[in-house]
């Protein structure tokens, strides 16, 4: 085994709920046999989270057989959002290797070593999102797969989902990091920065997370409405991959594929498309984005 620091994951953490636990034993129980370190990015001014959290990272630590990295918990509560709390996360990362996922799903035994294999043959991977072992019962066949066999596309375009993907810290940098001003989509902007960029986006499908959906319809529809805004903030200030305008796109369906489509499948998708039609109208006024671009605050998730 090496000595020397090989990659960083890095976790972002909204507020400090049981599910922490669950992924830190997760994670203390990695098959990895390389030198790593855990960064974790708290995204949140409450006094009793610090306390919480150091009490959670205790356990992690003392985990029998675990591997035992290196913890540091940073401070990112000055701006109450997921994107900003992985950059101020892969900002502290001392690794050249960075990992990325969330508080609330569970990591495979194998899923970090996967994302190192994956790394030496490019230079960023997205991982396969498990959403059976963490699923709602009722709420199964509520959503298109995550990652269908490969990295999802948005507009035929692939992107990495921040829950689970890796990334050499010089390719992160020069794409600059998540765009904070994006109510949602921060990661199709950035794996599209990096397309730009030549960058390929692999796909490693042993690198799996256990992927933990929210709870209820409503919370699911509120939660693509804003996807849908976001969508919209994505396409009118960053264009399509390729470099051409994302106008002509602005109101074209995805054409995600869903097989045996039934009644919370259309909500679903209506709440997407009038989160897109609220976000083009918002992006068309003038002067609009100061007052649109505040990403509403996560809870431990980091997806929120």
């Not at 502290?92 to 960075?98: G, H």
């Not at 949602?184 to 490693?204: H, K, N, P, Y």
């Not at 039934?262 to 003038?286: C, D, M, S, T, Y």
């Amino acid at each position: 085994m090496s000595d020397s620091l090989e990659i960083s994951v890095v976790m972002p953490c909204g507020s400090v709920e049981p599910e922490l636990d669950d992924q830190l034993e997760a994670l203390a129980r990695q098959s990895f046999d390389g030198v790593w370190e855990l960064v974790i990015s708290l995204n949140t001014a409450a006094p009793d989270a610090r306390r919480a959290l150091d009490r959670a990272i205790e356990k992690f630590t003392a985990t029998p057989g675990g591997a035992a990295p290196s913890v540091s918990v940073i401070d990112s509560s000055t701006i109450q959002s997921a994107a900003h709390a992985r950059n101020e996360g892969a900002a502290a990362a001392k690794a050249p290797l960075i990992a990325f996922c969330d508080s609330d799903d569970i990591a495979d035994r194998q899923w970090l070593s996967a994302i190192v294999r994956g790394l030496e043959v490019d230079a960023a991977v997205g991982g396969h999102l498990d959403e059976e072992q963490l699923a709602v019962p009722g709420q199964e066949n509520w959503r298109p797969p995550a990652t269908p066999g490969a990295n999802p596309t948005f507009m035929d375009h692939p992107y990495l989902v921040s829950a689970n993907m890796g990334i050499r810290a010089e390719a992160f940098r020069s794409a600059g990091g998540f765009d904070e001003e994006l109510v949602r989509g921060e990661d199709i902007a950035f794996s599209w920065s990096l397309l730009r960029r030549g960058v390929t986006l692999g796909f490693c499908p042993d690198a799996i997370m256990h992927y933990r959906h929210r709870r209820g319809l409503k919370s699911m529809l509120v939660q693509h409405y804003l996807y849908g805004r976001g969508m919209s903030q994505l396409l009118a200030r960053h264009g399509l991959p390729d470099g051409s305008s994302g106008n002509a796109a602005m109101l074209r369906a995805n054409g995600q594929r869903i097989e045996n489509m039934n009644a919370v499948h259309i909500a679903r998708k209506g709440a997407i498309g009038f989160g897109r039609l609220v976000g083009l109208v918002q992006e068309k006024l003038p002067k609009r984005h100061a007052k649109t671009t505040a990403a509403p605050q996560f809870s431990n998730t980091g997806k929120r």
